[in-house]
């Protein structure tokens, strides 16, 4: 699987951005694709990700404390490209953005659940 993420900028606080991560390759039935990110001198941590079937559709999703009510995860099946949308960003959203996927549903907040990654995408919020 590989992916590709984008959507990454510069914004001033209260301000919105939304992250893409395109994956290809091939998949299972029942996957699992989450975003996570890093900030400078912090560990990794987990953002949010949506449980999908190709034959159901949306099975559920889940978000860190520190984003839920703000950021809304998502996907189009058509296209295969997960979305971040990002509203009332705070500076400290300020990190490196990934995208990861996971073949081995349920949804977990652990980076070592996902085994595939995207590169990271930057996203800086201006106080």
């Known amino acids: 699987v590989q992916l590709q993420a984008c959507g990454g900028g510069l914004v001033q606080a209260g301000g919105s951005l939304r992250l893409s991560c395109a994956a290809s390759?091939?998949?299972?039935?029942?996957?699992?694709m989450g975003w996570f990110r890093q900030a400078p001198g912090k560990e990794r941590e987990f953002v949010a990700a949506?449980?999908?079937?190709?034959?159901?559709?949306?099975?559920?999703?889940q978000y860190s404390d520190s984003v839920k009510g703000r950021f809304t995860i998502s996907r189009d099946n058509a296209s295969k490209v997960m979305y971040l949308q990002m509203n009332s960003l705070k500076p400290e959203d300020t990190a490196l953005y990934y995208c990861?996927?996971?073949?081995?549903?349920?949804?977990?907040?652990?980076?070592?659940?996902?085994?595939?990654w995207g590169q990271g995408t930057l996203v800086t919020v201006s106080s």
């Open positions: 949506i449980r999908w079937h190709d034959y159901t559709g949306y099975v559920g999703s």
């Open positions: 390759g091939r998949t299972s039935s029942s996957y699992v």
């Open positions: 990861a996927f996971s073949l081995s549903p349920p949804i977990s907040t652990l980076r070592d659940r996902y085994r595939y």
